[in-house]
T-cell receptor, first 116, second 112 residues
């Protein structure tokens, strides 16, 4: 089992540029979550999908953020235009079950985003 | 006040010591999770529990639903246990089972 795979591991970009983060969940997992981690706010849920359908995007901070899951094995988180305050580590996680009380989360290694 | 509170925020101990990290929460939950984040940044799910006690190797997690409290214990601690330990809760059915609410983490350092 390869685990949850995120790319890139590190991204440095200039303010105003578009940033795309990628995630491949564990095969057979039907829930996918995008989290953001900062020193100030810790881990925060941005959006999650169940069976490729976005269920709750209330954590997405602004319209500059968008996420897609075109199929069961791939998801993207896009920031356009990026701003310095978007600098954080972005984690993707997947789970076999929609209900987090029933199945543990498996996290990717994260993408460290720096916007200058 | 945060819905999930952890203590202590930082903990330094000598190798071999028994470690306890505490987590208190203020909402109804369906499960509580303990996560481990190593200095490299990766996050690993250690335990998911809704009652009682679970053990995995030198790690033990307990939860008291009535008191809304959980503890993570590490026996015979080792420098490789140095990490940030994060408590997270998934709320009851009325509040959205899908979401995790995270504590701010406890940074554990084990000195050889």
């Amino acid at each position: 089992d390869a685990g949850v795979i995120q790319s890139p591991r590190h991204e440095v970009t200039e303010m105003g540029q578009e940033v795309t983060l990628r995630c491949k969940p564990i095969s057979g997992h039907n829930s996918l979550f995008w989290y953001r981690q900062t020193m100030m706010r810790g881990l925060e849920l941005l959006i999650y999908f169940n069976n490729n359908v976005p269920i709750d995007d209330s954590g997405m901070p602004e319209d500059r953020f968008s996420a897609k899951m075109p199929n069961a094995s791939f998801s993207t988180l896009k920031i356009q235009p990026s701003e310095p305050r978007d600098s954080a580590v972005y984690f993707c996680a997947s789970s076999r079950a929609r209900w987090i009380g029933n199945s543990p989360l498996h996290f990717g290694n994260g993408t460290r985003l720096t916007v200058t | 006040k945060n819905e999930v509170e952890q203590s202590p925020q930082n903990l330094t101990a000598q190798e071999g010591e028994f470690i306890t990290i505490n987590c208190s929460y203020s909402v109804g939950i369906s499960a509580l999770h303990w996560l481990q984040q190593h200095p490299g940044g990766g996050i690993v799910s250690l335990f998911m529990l809704s009652s009682g006690k679970k053990k995995h190797g030198r790690l033990i997690a307990t939860i008291n639903i009535q008191e809304k409290h959980s503890s993570l214990h590490i026996t015979a601690s080792h420098p490789r246990d140095s990490a940030v330990y994060i408590c997270a809760v998934s709320k009851g059915a009325n509040f959205g089972n899908e979401k995790l609410t995270f504590g701010t983490g406890t940074r554990l350092t084990i000195i050889p």
